[in-house]
């Protein structure tokens, strides 16, 4: 079993529809949670940063984790064309040395 | 926000030769810098943690005689492919860590590495 699981989709929605993405992961060991966008060709852009359980919110995302069902998510409200990307979940623990366990990155497409 | 530049974005190579990559945090001072590798429609996979001065640590099932990593200082780091072969070819991605108060990750652009 893969440390961080994703469903890699493809994921398509109208614009302006809130869109859900999910990460579960195994290790109760990890303590922080990261969501990226990655554009085709490109690096992935650091999206959200979270540490504990609850939400964290962001202009139109937000975050939410929940340590004890080792589940994250991360919310697009009003989305836009713009948003059309592969997104990255990635984890890790206190002591890793920063070292990120990524998952598989889940396709996006919102149609106009 | 910082910038983490890495050259080139893409080359083409013969099998059998050598290819090296550079990694450049160009704002910030970078003690650790990561080196991933991404095949199409996968996850960023970690091949190694390059620390400034120090020998690189591999991740398992990664040679470290065919990825040679060196950084010689804070703000570069390099991965030199050896003996490139086909299966080489993949889209390479590094990170630095800022080493100041805020120790966050930024990500370069990749470089796609194609052997033929």
């Known amino acids: 079993q893969k440390e961080v699981e994703q469903d890699p989709g493809p994921l398509s929605v109208p614009e302006g529809a809130i869109v859900s993405l999910n990460c579960t992961y195994s290790?109760?060991?990890?303590?922080?949670f990261m969501w990226y966008r990655q554009y085709s060709r490109k690096g992935p852009e650091l999206l959200m940063y979270t540490y504990s359980s609850g939400n964290k919110e962001d202009g139109r995302f937000t975050a939410q984790v929940d340590k004890s069902s080792k589940y994250i998510s991360l919310f697009i409200r009003d989305s836009q064309p713009s948003d059309s990307a592969t997104y990255l979940c990635?984890?890790?623990?206190?002591?890793?040395?920063?070292?990120?366990?990524f998952g598989k990155g889940t396709s996006l497409l919102v149609t106009p | 926000g910082a910038v983490v530049s890495q050259h080139p974005s893409w080359v083409i190579c013969k099998s059998g030769t050598s290819v090296k990559i550079e990694c450049r945090s160009l704002d910030f001072q970078a003690t650790t810098m990561f080196w991933y590798r991404q095949f199409p429609k996968q996850s960023l996979m970690l091949m190694a943690t390059?620390?400034?001065?120090?020998?690189?640590?591999?991740e398992q099932g990664v040679e470290k005689d065919k990825f040679l990593i060196n950084h010689a200082s804070l703000t570069l780091s390099t991965l030199t492919v050896t003996s490139a072969h086909p299966e080489d070819s993949s889209f390479y991605i590094c990170?630095?860590?800022?080493?100041?108060?805020?120790?966050?990750?930024?990500f370069g652009e990749g470089s796609r590495l194609t052997v033929l």
């Open positions: 390059s620390n400034e001065g120090s020998k690189a640590t591999y």
């Open positions: 990635a984890m890790r623990q206190s002591n890793s040395g920063y070292a990120l366990n």
């Open positions: 990170s630095a860590r800022d080493s100041g108060d805020t120790g966050e990750l930024f």
């Open positions: 290790n109760s060991a990890f303590q922080y």
